[in-house]
């Protein structure tokens, strides 16, 4: 068997084309490519076969490498990052090194994206060549093997966050939660009741909180938010940045005595918990079963961060505990984690974007969200339904898809709407009595137990007109609309223009990515949708990874999803995260620099550009040299260096040129 | 791959051969290869005329890579990297936009078209905009027909630049 390692050797290389079934072999000469590849320099053996990643394709490269002496493959099939670990697997079974391999991706870049037959083959040619003259110069690596910290960082502590901490934790290892509200429960925790089953969603989020705030294993940091994010799989720094709360946490009891004590008798501000429908002081819980069960105050509110000449009554209140402190600063804190969720959660609609509808015109249009709120019975209003007057609406009009499949704002399904309304319909009509109008696009109920939900509300005789709403407005035309709110809409099914009188609208608001999504994923360096989304690493056999190692996501940050989904998927990242700390040790792609001594000439350039200062100036030597283990494999230092005398594994100059060459080389 | 094909223009008259301009593209991991193997899962049709070279980032693009292509007979370099700001190592696509700007001086004094090097932002999540560019260069490059390096062996790796030194320079 000639030598793989030694570069003096030609190479013995095979060329493998796979058909991928007709993917690739529908719109590309699969034989006349592995033809053209048989002729070219160096290459002893080309073969093509149906599945090339199947356990007989994957034989035939093991058998020929053998059987052939074979020390360079080439693999033309799909994308390498689908890939790539498979073959390199077959590689290494078969007794060569893992990178001798080089792949040429003919099916996402040529058979899937082109239609003439010529030139896909003809661009597959070029392709196949380039790889040939590339994979010769190939030389032998080794994956960098990493501890991993057991521990984990959970961003986000709505029902994902909560769920996926929790998991992990019982699993006895240590995790983070980070909230930036002063109480986790996220959306959920608004809830009354949750569809189809109608359960409380106190009743079964409340304790999960709970459990959270007492998890010897989690560590809850609320009102905080994480600030800075370093390192790689299995080695993060976090910065986690606390907001003062102007209370000394761990001495606050929750006993409320100072909210009662508040110079304020009354609460003054909106209360964010209820979306502003009740008020607060400016010391205050969030809500009655927030976790953790401590106070807060408002700076913006409180009288003694604007005068300083408050009686301070609340301070009086707390007496010997001192758990009030109006000096307290924000603080941050730097912790090591070896993988990150993020269930950072969405954001619903702003209504008013849409002013056909006249949310905050008129005082009876509420979102959804409000809704909520008004039924929950421990909302403003513990669970009367009543409007801002008082009364109680006797027509409500429920306007499905307030920022969803639309055109002019979101064009997606926000997926959780048509139940919610359903959700909303029936508590409206089981407390009112009210006749209740559903104005929806299309019912959208596949889950279980959900189109059995809908047959309910039917029989319930909730009404469903099937149209778009036009536009909410005051003007009555008949005496039976004086002084109601006329929903203007398009019976599509009846086929005729409807106004329906009602007291009350509710707008069935969609979801959106939260507004700062976009930082936040620059923060954890994932990626995002064009709508903000977090980027799954594959849609369907990676939901919940991302494309940076050891960062996953859950819940709705990814998209819009009800409750089993984003608990669904919050097992699931725990799930991935727990592996990755159970493996102790992850492998990393060998795709450092190295610094070639005889050539450099001690300028410094690198060192300045790379951006995880993994280039240190030698004295003695007076050389740059790379530190491997903090060297992160982007090659920018190999393209900066005036004398060229840095290179990066597997993406040497010369490897490069060869491929640009081969390209480019007409055959 | 036809060197030339026939084009028939709309009024059904048929016009002069035009080449099929020949693209190398440099396409960072983990922003535009992706986006590319996006345009893929999607099934959207785009010109067949860019061969993509996958480097970890677009920093790691040397301006010698897209001297080389031109050289060696390219009619034009399209550099994928991650939106500003969203470099997975940081800011190596900041690197990137600094030599490009320079290179574009260099390319110019060769006589090199500014519409023959291109470079994109496409981020993971942009498959469509792949089609878009590809699409968008390879029109601008049928019509600028090949390129026509006239003072080729400068360029060639390894060629020599003394040969032809009157010709070379502003």
Redesign the interface.
């Known amino acids: 068997m000639p030598d793989a390692h030694n570069p003096d050797t030609p190479p013995r290389i095979g060329v493998y084309v796979c058909h991928c079934g007709t993917n690739i072999a529908a719109t590309i000469d699969v034989p006349a490519l592995a033809e053209y590849a048989a002729g070219l320099p160096d290459v002893v053996v080309a073969r093509e076969y149906k599945y090339m990643c199947s356990d007989p394709g994957q034989e035939l490269i093991r058998q020929d490498i053998r059987e052939h002496n074979l020390t360079r493959i080439v693999v033309a099939s799909c994308s390498p990052l689908m890939h790539e670990p498979t073959f390199r697997g077959a590689l290494v079974r078969a007794g060569i090194n893992a990178f001798f391999l080089q792949m040429v991706n003919i099916r996402e870049h040529v058979s899937w994206v082109h239609t003439n037959k010529e030139e896909a083959t003809a661009k597959a040619k070029d392709l196949v060549r380039a790889a040939v003259r590339r994979v010769r110069l190939h030389k032998p690596l080794e994956k960098r093997r990493v501890e991993i910290k057991p521990e984990v960082l959970v961003v986000g502590g709505g029902i994902a966050g909560i769920h996926a901490a929790l998991t992990i934790a019982n699993s006895g290892k240590h995790v983070y939660l980070v909230e930036r509200q002063p109480t986790i429960g996220g959306h959920m925790a608004l809830f009354d009741k949750t569809f189809p089953t109608l359960d409380c969603a106190a009743c079964i989020l409340t304790p999960k909180m709970t459990a959270v705030g007492s998890h010897p294993n989690i560590t809850l940091w609320t009102y905080a938010e994480v600030a800075a994010v370093e390192g790689y799989v299995g080695n993060y720094k976090v910065k986690v940045r606390h907001k003062p709360r102007y209370i000394v946490e761990d001495l606050c009891i929750g006993c409320q005595e100072c909210v009662e004590a508040c110079v304020y008798k009354e609460g003054r501000w909106a209360d964010e918990f209820n979306l502003g429908l009740s008020k607060r002081k400016p010391i205050y819980l969030p809500f009655p079963q927030a976790v953790p069960q401590k106070v807060l105050i408002d700076p913006e509110a409180c009288i003694e961060f604007k005068s300083h000449k408050c009686k301070k009554t609340c301070v009086e209140a707390c007496g010997e505990r001192k758990a009030i402190d109006f000096k307290q600063e924000a603080s941050t804190e730097e912790i090591d984690v070896g993988s990150i969720i993020v269930s950072t959660g969405f954001k619903t609609f702003a209504a008013h974007r849409n002013a056909c509808y006249g949310y905050g015109v008129y005082p009876n249009v509420y979102t959804s969200l409000e809704v909520e709120r008004l039924v929950n019975a421990s909302g403003p209003t513990s669970g009367e339904i009543v409007l801002r007057d008082g009364t109680t609406p006797k027509m409500v009009g429920i306007i499905h898809c307030v920022g969803s499949r639309d055109h002019n704002t979101n064009r997606w399904c926000s997926k959780v709407c048509c139940m919610y309304s359903l959700k909303l319909a029936h508590l409206i009509r089981e407390r009112t009595g009210a006749e209740v109008y559903n104005f929806y696009i299309d019912m959208r109920t596949p889950g279980k137990g959900y189109e059995e939900f809908y047959d309910r509300l039917l029989d319930e005789g909730v009404h469903f007109i099937r149209g778009r709403v036009a536009e909410v407005a005051d003007w009555p035309i008949h005496p039976s609309e004086e002084g109601k709110l006329v929903i203007r809409a398009e019976d599509t099914l009846a086929g005729f223009v409807r106004r329906i009188p009602v007291d009350m609208v509710v707008l069935s608001v969609g979801l959106e990515p939260q507004s700062d999504a976009r930082d936040v994923r620059r923060l954890f360096n994932i990626s995002c949708s064009e709508e903000g989304w977090f980027l799954e690493r594959h849609p369907k056999l990676a939901p919940v990874s991302t494309f940076t190692d050891g960062v996953f996501i859950a819940g709705a940050c990814q998209g819009p999803k009800d409750i089993p989904d984003s608990v669904a998927q919050a097992g699931a990242a725990a799930a991935e995260a727990m592996a990755l700390a159970d493996a102790k040790y992850v492998e990393l792609e060998p795709y450092t620099a190295h610094v070639i001594e005889d050539a450099c000439s001690g300028c410094k350039t690198c060192l300045t550009i790379c951006p995880y200062t993994a280039i240190a100036f030698v004295e003695e030597t007076k050389k740059a040299r790379v530190n491997e283990v903090l060297c992160k494999g982007c090659g920018t230092c190999a393209a900066t260096c005036p004398s060229g005398s840095i290179e990066q594994n597997l993406f040497e100059d010369q490897e490069i040129f060869e491929e640009v060459e081969g390209l480019l080389a007409y055959a | 791959?036809?060197n030339a094909i026939e084009s028939v223009s709309g009024n059904g008259q048929v016009s002069t051969e035009v080449a099929e301009p020949?693209i190398?593209g440099f396409f960072c991991?983990?922003?535009t290869?992706?986006a590319?193997?996006l345009?893929?899962?999607s099934?959207?049709?785009?010109a067949?005329n860019v061969?993509?070279?996958?480097?970890?980032?677009s920093?790691?693009?040397?301006?010698?890579?897209v001297l080389?292509?031109f050289a060696?007979?390219?009619d034009g370099v399209l550099i994928g990297g991650c939106h500003p700001?969203?470099c997975?190592?940081?800011?190596?696509n900041y690197?990137c936009l600094r030599?490009a700007r320079l290179l574009k001086r260099v390319l110019e004094q060769f006589g090199i078209e500014e519409e023959r090097f291109r470079l994109e932002w496409i981020?993971?999540?942009?498959g469509d905009r792949v089609?878009v560019v590809i699409d968008d260069m390879v029109e601008k490059l049928r019509k600028l027909g090949p390129l026509q390096l006239k003072r080729g062996p400068a360029l060639v790796?390894g060629g020599s630049g003394e040969q032809v030194p009157q010709e070379v320079g502003v």
Not at chain 2, 123 to 126: G, I, L, N, P, R
Request: with cysteine.
């Open positions: 791959m036809p020949r190398v991991t983990w922003c290869y992706l590319a193997d345009a893929g899962t099934r959207i049709k785009y067949p061969r993509v070279i996958r480097v970890m980032c920093g790691r693009i040397d301006p010698q890579f080389d292509a060696h007979g390219a700001g969203d997975h190592y940081q800011q190596g690197n030599r981020s993971a999540a942009e089609r790796r």
